[in-house]
């Protein structure tokens, strides 16, 4: 089971990007997705999940109003658009797989995690 993110980059405060992670070797159809992040010298955190079907998420508060999550399952894929970025946003973004249906930010109930994607925003 491999999960790929991609779009990450160096972009300045105020822009957005847009984050992907296609998952190959499972269907991630019957179960949430989520993306977390570690920024440098800080552990790593919730910042947002995505029920199996979609029709539930749920942000972390630094994120809410700013960060949109959103999958196709037709694709095995979820997207994380990040709008209005700041420079607290600089970490390294990792997509997982949870192994239960309901958008949560529990870390111990995602057993598939990506390598990641950088993401910096300057100031």
């Known amino acids: 089971v491999q999960l790929q993110a991609s779009g990450g980059g160096l972009v300045q405060a105020g822009d957005s990007l847009r984050l992907s992670c296609a998952a190959s070797?499972?269907?991630?159809?019957?179960?949430?997705r989520g993306w977390f992040r570690r920024a440098p010298g800080k552990e790593r955190e919730f910042v947002a999940a995505?029920?199996?079907?979609?029709?539930?998420?749920t942000y972390a508060d630094s994120v809410k109003g700013r960060f949109t999550i959103s999958r196709d399952n037709a694709k095995n894929t979820v997207y994380l658009q990040m709008n209005s970025l700041i420079p607290e946003d600089t970490a390294v973004y990792f997509c997982?797989?949870?192994?239960?249906?309901?958008?949560?930010?529990?870390?111990?109930?995602?057993?598939?995690w990506g390598k990641g994607t950088q993401v910096t925003v300057s100031s």
């Open positions: 997982a797989g949870a192994d239960v249906g309901i958008a949560t930010m529990n870390s111990a109930l995602y057993r598939y």
């Open positions: 070797g499972r269907t991630f159809s019957s179960s949430a």
């Open positions: 995505i029920s199996w079907r979609g029709g539930s998420t």
